[in-house]
């Protein structure tokens, strides 16, 4: 009776607190969507920066004309004569997610326009980003950590850089794919689940449609989920055109194949062994590894020569970028002259992810400990959690835009030092206090230190267990009963060890509160004032008030309707994209930065005489 009352205890607890988490995990995705929108309340419904104007562009062609005109749409409007084929030359994953959003919501009969759906995606997916980083999180240590990382993610000011209201932008929905595609990693990892390899294949296709930091999960992922996310995946990212052959071509790719023939060579190895006589399998061995040499070498010399013909030795400018952090100031100068491009100092980490920094190292350190805190091992989902965090700290310190690519690793760190933190904590002052001793219906050596598992409550015990399969015979219960209280004498040993004062745990908790209250008005405040003022729309303060210059949209608006619609504009390279979208004019350089000489060309224009420009507009025309 007394088991059956435990476990139906238990099976309620169990109950109330996944409900309870689901409630959490709504008023998060709230949380998470509500502090983006300071930029909508303050300056109206309006697409920032200048990229999200070109990502606007194309979504309203794709809603008009159709995915298949998308997809063959070579604009005119851009890079005058050259012009440009926009579905090859982009990642489709932001133009479609919102397209879809579009055609659904109007299905349904609520017709929201193509601008108000571009502006709230990215609040949209950052609510999904958190329950996203909730689920990875609890695969890793437990629902507790996993509703602290989404609290977390919801609110870091690093994030929420790149997804307020109207950042309609790659990242808006990039972020989301990769804290995701993380997730079904693991939890492949944890379950051998197939179906779950297929869903992680699936997510990392979405990554490579989102955003180029598909390269970043190539290479951090060990390519052990069998087929489905090495070779289903690569010939997933081929279908994207802006990706192509570069999948199977360039050198960023090439760690997940070497790890992927590495697995497959050793299971071979391990096949034949078992089927094959000792004697027999010496000589296969001899016979493969002397064959295997000779081919590898062949392998290795024509790969070698092949990327020795390349001038970028097969990498990309933006993985050299990463790996080099002088190469971009060296080669294109262009690109590191944007400040998005530089590297951050130290003041960034604390604006960006504040306490997290903190707190990053305390959460490496808990994943190294073993479930009973006094051994230190490292399981499959924590050693890829601590070389995700590892690998994004140092791209954080190359290029300030990819603090973006640490603030979740960051928030799921954390989440898992705070949560074990709190464990600590709570569990010291339970341990003390007599009171919250009976009310708990934890087992007696968790709650009490002279307590002893009575003798008569093994059987019970099985029950509620998986051992009722091989049920001792009455003869060997007395032998088990005496290896079933060192456990128990264990446990206690390590309880006391673990306990901490009484009135310094209730301190260090007061403080982890006032830590966390801290981290949030940091972050209201980071994303009410410093990340929710769009470029094209400035403002200033004085005594009388607040004063809004609208005097970007005006010109834009003067542009449209005081030139012919065959007119070409001649203007630096950031205001392309806003021109291109505004006022609806064909301009000779944008954002795309692809061709420096054009760039160079009307910067040279801009700087000389104006006895000279007339060269410039013959070779032009």
Excluded at 97 to 103: D, I
Excluded at 484 to 491: D, F, L, N, Q, R
Excluded at 607 to 617: A, I, N, V
Aim: aromatic share 12%; hydrophobic share 50%.
């Amino acid at each position: 009776m007394e088991g059956s009352e435990t476990s139906n205890g238990t099976t309620l607890r169990n109950a109330f607190g996944n409900v309870l988490s689901f409630f959490i995990l709504i008023l998060i995705g709230v949380l998470a969507f509500s502090i983006r929108l300071f930029s909508v309340i303050k300056y109206e419904s309006v697409i920032h920066e200048f990229d999200p104007y070109f990502n606007y562009r194309v979504t309203q062609f794709l809603t008009k004309n159709g995915i298949y005109d998308f997809w063959n749409w070579f604009d005119d409007r851009t890079w005058y004569p050259l012009g440009r084929v926009i579905g090859g030359t982009v990642y489709p994953g932001l133009t479609l997610t919102a397209g879809t959003l579009w055609w659904l919501l109007n299905s349904l009969n609520i017709p929201l326009s193509v601008e108000t759906i571009c502006v709230f995606t990215a609040p949209i997916f950052s609510a999904f980003t958190s329950w996203a980083a909730y689920l990875l999180t609890r695969e890793v240590k437990g629902a507790g950590a996993g509703l602290t990382a989404a609290a977390l993610i919801a609110m870091v000011p690093s994030y929420i850089s790149r997804s307020v209201a109207g950042s309609y932008d790659n990242e808006a929905v990039a972020i989301f794919a990769l804290v995701f595609t993380f997730y079904l990693y693991i939890k492949t990892l944890n379950t051998g689940s197939l179906f779950y390899a297929t869903l992680n294949a699936l997510a990392y296709f979405y990554m490579v449609c989102s955003w180029g930091g598909y390269t970043f999960i190539i290479n951090l992922i060990p390519m052990h989920v069998l087929m489905c996310i090495v070779v289903l995946g690569t010939l997933l990212a081929a279908l994207v055109p802006v990706v192509g052959f570069n999948a199977v071509m360039t050198s960023e790719h090439f760690a997940s194949f070497l790890v992927f023939i590495i697995i497959h060579v050793v299971a071979f190895v391990h096949y034949i062994k078992g089927v094959l006589a000792p004697k027999m399998f010496k000589v296969a061995v001899t016979l493969v590894l002397s064959i295997g040499v000779i081919v590898c070498c062949a392998v290795i010399a024509v790969l070698v020569a092949l990327v020795a013909s390349s001038p970028t030795k097969g990498w990309s400018g933006r993985s050299l970028s990463l790996l080099d952090p002088t190469y971009a100031s060296k080669y294109i100068p262009i690109i590191a002259s944007v400040s998005e491009h530089q590297p951050p100092t130290w003041p960034s980490y604390f604006m960006d992810i504040n306490v997290l920094a903190f707190l990053v190292p305390a959460g490496i350190i808990v994943r190294f400990q073993s479930s009973n805190r006094m051994l230190f091992t490292l399981s499959d989902a924590s050693s890829f959690v601590i070389l995700y965090i590892v690998t994004s700290v140092y791209f954080s310190g190359v290029m300030v835009r990819l603090m973006l690519v640490l603030a979740p690793a960051a928030c799921i760190t954390s989440g898992i030092a705070l949560s074990e933190a709190f464990e600590v904590f709570t569990r010291s002052i339970k341990f003390q206090l007599p009171g919250l001793q009976g009310i708990s219906p934890v087992k007696a050596e968790e709650t009490s230190s002279d307590s002893t598992v009575p003798l008569n409550e093994v059987p019970k015990t099985d029950k509620s267990g998986e051992t009722l399969k091989e049920r001792p015979s009455r003869k060997n219960r007395k032998k088990e009963k005496e290896p079933v209280e060192k456990p128990s004498i264990k446990a206690r040993i390590e309880k006391k060890l673990l306990v901490l004062p009484l009135e310094g745990s209730v301190l260090a908790i007061f403080l982890l509160v006032l830590l966390g209250a801290f981290y949030v008005v940091h972050c209201v405040w980071a994303a009410a004032e410093a990340y929710s003022a769009p470029s094209i729309v400035l403002t200033s303060h004085s005594h009388d008030g607040l004063h809004v210059f609208d005097d970007f949209r005006e010109a834009y608006a003067w542009l449209s309707h005081n030139t012919e619609v065959d007119d070409k504009v001649a203007s630096w390279w950031d205001y392309g994209y806003q021109t291109t979208a505004m006022a609806n004019r064909t301009v000779i350089v944008d954002n795309n930065t692809w061709n420096n000489t054009h760039i160079a060309t009307v910067g040279t224009a801009m700087s000389s005489p104006e006895r000279l420009l007339g060269k410039f507009s013959t070779h032009w025309m």
